[in-house]
């Protein structure tokens, strides 16, 4: 019997959460000002009177039935629907925008790094990017433009075969035994089931391996807190060329100085990252600590604290830094930036030590090698490395403990608080989602359950794509100098992060 399975996320939760754990500081209310109580206090929301309410047993109607159901179409998804229907599998990529991109085009996050790794997807899209003179800014060689960004996944999409659905939402996994058979969506024209032989949870969140079961952890292991959500937005009108973490934050501090102002900001390696568009910079400034963005509310508050925090220094920088006197804002971002959220635990879990040693795996997928990158969920600046050698992702990592037939991939894949601060860059989660796609069709034509894959086969099969796989130097620095990641403290890492 087909089992319908969510989770309670949505009820009211009693008690504090980690947001009540750090104090909020204050501007004052002074106008103009940004503030560093960027940590949101838990509101507590007024009980209501009735606790909840019983939902009376409806009828599902089956919108459709695939080999292959993607839910997420961020780089993930995008890559998994692409591979698994190019691979032969009947295919639908779901997507609750009406956009593919996730946080490349939702998120306006626009540096795709680790992109000259694994090769494959990864850089047909930079080539597709490239034809439209849409890849590569100032500066950066993997920055681009978000808008043909959306024009290039869809195309790729659905020159692959694949089905999509926009303005569809997951909500529920459809289980038989331990086996998922589908998902529930919810539609402008309702709710569906879609059924389909092997299911990718692409959400970044995992939300659908949560709601079917699979265990999963949050956080940083002393305490759960998150890395703290950034609200991007994109500026017009900046002809100044940032090629440094720390110039712009020394910009600020030299304008506060000079003009007395109050201004403080929530993050000291703030970037001004050149797009294609002569004169746009898409902005990473903002950051919003303590919130959990599988919590309704919290991402409610936390959207409405990043659109606070971009209005106060916007006008900071237009009326007191020359470097953006021109400068105007275009737009902030569809969503708020989220780094960090659920960890599905998979038949391996990936560790610092792991990309510490460069490890190399029988059943790597991808790989990758950006540095540690913590954005600390309680300071201003960012905590971790980088990495000296290139690392393998097991495919073990995208197989979620106790449920068949469910694959997981992207920023969601099974690994610990500070290996996830490195793999979640988008080159390896499109490197993943080619992947997890390849491996559900080849699951699906054998019909064995993507646990009993032969995983020889898949590998032979992403490198007959044009993967490559087992990577030890990365290709290309991701800035047009030698220039390599510079993070705060390079030595923060050895601490035990991972205990
Ligand atoms: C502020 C910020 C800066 C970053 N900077 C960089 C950077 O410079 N370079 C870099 O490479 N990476 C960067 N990252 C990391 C990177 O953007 C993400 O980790 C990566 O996009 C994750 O890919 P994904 O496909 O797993 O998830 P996402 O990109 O989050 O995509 C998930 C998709 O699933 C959809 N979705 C979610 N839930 C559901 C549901 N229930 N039903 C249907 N659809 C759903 C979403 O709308 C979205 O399209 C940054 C992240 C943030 C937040």
Known sequence: MIQVRFDDTFLPHSGPTQAGLIETASNGGRTGEGRSGVVLPQEEPP????????????????????????????????????????????????????????????GLVTPHF????????????????QSRRAWGAPFWRISFDPEQFKMVSEEMVLDSGSDLLYHAFAVAALIEGERMCGVVIETKSGRFAVLAKVVIDCTGDGDIAARAGAPYEKGR????????????????????????????????????????????????????????????????????????????RDLTRAEIEGRRQTQAVV???????????????????????????????????????????????????????????????????????????????????????????????????SGTHAAHASYRVKGPCLAMGQAAGTAAALSVQHGVSPRKLDVAALRRELQRQGVELGATERPLPDWSTDQSYKPDNPQAWEVPVDK
Not at 75 to 97: D, V
Not at 237 to 264: K, N, S, Y
């Open 315 to 413: 006008e900071f920088l237009t009326r007191h830094v020359s470097e953006f006197r021109n400068a105007y804002l275009i737009e902030t971002a569809a969503q708020i930036g989220v780094r960090e959220t659920r960890r599905i635990l998979g038949d391996y879990v990936l560790t610092l030590e792991d990309l510490i040693a460069a490890k190399k795996f029988d059943d790597g997928i991808a790989t990758a090698s950006f540095g540690v990158d913590i954005h600390d969920p309680v300071g201003k600046s960012q905590i971790g490395g980088p990495l000296t050698g290139v690392y393998d992702i097991p495919y073990r990592c995208l197989l979620p403990r106790t449920v068949e037939q469910l694959l997981v991939a992207g920023r969601c894949i």
């Open 47 to 106: 009980a209501p009177s009735i606790r909840s309410i019983r939902e009376a047993e409806r009828e599902l109607a089956v919108l459709g039935e695939v080999d292959v159901l993607v839910c997420g179409g961020g780089p993930a998804g995008t890559g998994a629907a692409i591979a698994a229907a190019r691979t032969g599998a009947s295919t639908l990529l779901i997507e609750q925008y009406g956009y593919l991109g996730g946080m490349s085009t939702a």
């Open 221 to 296: 292991p002393e305490d759960g807190l998150l890395q703290p959500m950034t609200m991007m937005f994109r500026l017009g009108g900046v002809e100044w060329v940032q090629t440094d973490g720390t110039q712009m934050f020394q910009l600020v501090q030299q304008a506060i100085a000079e003009t007395g102002h109050h201004f403080r900001l929530a993050f000291e390696r703030p970037w001004a990252i050149h797009l294609p568009n002569p004169g746009e910079v898409a902005v990473q400034l903002t950051h919003v600590r303590g919130v959990d963005a599988t919590d309704a």
């Open 114 to 129: 680790d992109c000259f790794l694994n090769k494959g997807l990864n850089q047909e899209l930079i080539e597709r990017m």
